[in-house]
């Protein structure tokens, strides 16, 4: 009958083993072993603990800096998660829905264009400005109370594009830039690309609001349309002609993440 080996013997023995056998896994370590993306795994730690990811794991090759750039927008779309703005939601009367304030800042529009008619700019940036902040709470709103539908995904960026394509018109005949007339054309064609690949979708029967809602590259598209559009407002309300090109500047870089948007939406 044999005896054990006391209890440091054993952990020794069992920490060699773990080294020679390569982490326990079965088969011995080779340094020439590598991932999928091709880098070299490093060496084990003389420990025997696990191993932290490699960095490149996370973001594959040639997709790293679009990947990094998009996780610095990930926190802003993340806001209406947080608990304060959740609750604030839920002080919200029960008749206000998240369909009725989409519809809502969709009628807003025709205002938006009415002021931007009679060159009345200032209230005409206020009401832009409040129309596209309610974009935030019909999202918030459905989260909180749990109301996510496909419909709702679909309705809320066509109302997005109807105020942007709508205010974009308004101001193409004060802009003196002639390619203003090139991005609306283009922002149009996207819009259009775009909506009707989610109307393919709901025919299909993909009803999950996951399949319907803007991707990362949709809701940066949003931002930069919204700076642009009201840049553009801002150098017509005051005497500062170099806004202008900014804002026109800022829209063609929205047709950037309007592209990436459409792509990622076909996949």
Same mark, same amino acid.
């Given at each position: 009958?044999?005896?054990? &080996?006391?209890?440091?013997?054993i952990?020794?023995?069992?920490?060699?083993? /773990? /080294?020679?056998?390569?982490?326990?896994?079965?088969?011995?370590? @080779?340094?020439? /072993?590598?991932?999928?993306?091709?880098?070299?795994i490093?060496?084990?730690?003389?420990d025997?603990?696990?191993?932290a990811? !490699?960095?490149?794991?996370?973001?594959?090759?040639?997709?790293?800096?679009?990947?990094?750039?998009?996780e610095?927008?990930?926190?802003?779309?993340?806001? #209406? #998660?947080?608990?304060?703005i959740?609750?604030a939601m839920l002080?919200?009367?029960?008749?206000?829905?998240p369909?009725g =304030?989409?519809?809502?800042?969709?009628?807003l =529009?025709?205002?938006?264009?009415?002021?931007?008619?009679?060159?009345m700019?200032?209230?005409? !940036?206020?009401?832009?400005l409040?129309?596209m @902040?309610?974009?935030?709470?019909?999202?918030?709103?459905?989260?909180?109370?749990?109301?996510l +539908?496909?419909?709702?995904?679909?309705?809320?960026?066509?109302?997005?594009?109807?105020v942007i !394509?709508?205010?974009?018109?308004a101001?193409?005949?004060?802009a003196?830039? &002639?390619?203003i007339?090139i991005?609306?054309?283009?922002t149009?064609?996207?819009?259009?690309? !775009?909506?009707?690949?989610?109307?393919s979708?709901?025919?299909?029967g993909?009803?999950?609001?996951?399949?319907m809602?803007a991707?990362?590259?949709? #809701? @940066?598209?949003?931002v930069?349309?919204?700076?642009?559009?009201?840049v553009?407002i801002?150098g017509?309300?005051?005497?500062?002609?170099?806004?202008m &090109?900014?804002?026109? @500047?800022?829209? +063609?870089?929205?047709?950037?993440f309007?592209?990436?948007?459409? =792509?990622?939406?076909? /996949?």
């Amino acid at each position: 009958m044999s005896k054990k &080996p006391p209890g440091k013997l054993i952990d020794i023995t069992e920490r060699l083993k /773990r /080294r020679k056998l390569g982490f326990g896994f079965g088969k011995p370590a @080779s340094k020439n /072993r590598t991932p999928a993306d091709g880098n070299e795994i490093p060496p084990p730690p003389p420990d025997g603990r696990p191993r932290a990811p !490699l960095p490149s794991m996370k973001y594959p090759a040639g997709k790293g800096n679009l990947a990094k750039a998009f996780e610095m927008i990930r926190p802003i779309t993340e806001l #209406k #998660k947080r608990h304060a703005i959740v609750r604030a939601m839920l002080m919200l009367p029960w008749w206000i829905t998240p369909n009725g =304030v989409t519809y809502f800042r969709t009628v807003l =529009v025709m205002p938006i264009m009415m002021l931007l008619r009679y060159e009345m700019y200032w209230p005409a !940036l206020a009401l832009f400005l409040f129309s596209m @902040s309610l974009d935030f709470v019909d999202g918030a709103l459905a989260e909180a109370r749990n109301q996510l +539908t496909a419909v709702g995904a679909f309705l809320d960026p066509l109302a997005d594009k109807i105020v942007i !394509l709508t205010t974009i018109f308004a101001i193409s005949d004060r802009a003196p830039q &002639p390619w203003i007339g090139i991005v609306l054309f283009i922002t149009c064609m996207l819009a259009g690309l !775009l909506t009707w690949n989610r109307l393919s979708k709901l025919f299909e029967g993909r009803d999950e609001p996951s399949d319907m809602a803007a991707n990362l590259a949709g #809701k @940066s598209k949003l931002v930069c349309e919204t700076i642009g559009v009201s840049v553009c407002i801002l150098g017509l309300a005051t005497s500062f002609a170099w806004l202008m &090109p900014i804002g026109l @500047s800022i829209l +063609t870089l929205a047709l950037g993440f309007a592209f990436l948007s459409y =792509v990622g939406q076909i /996949r």
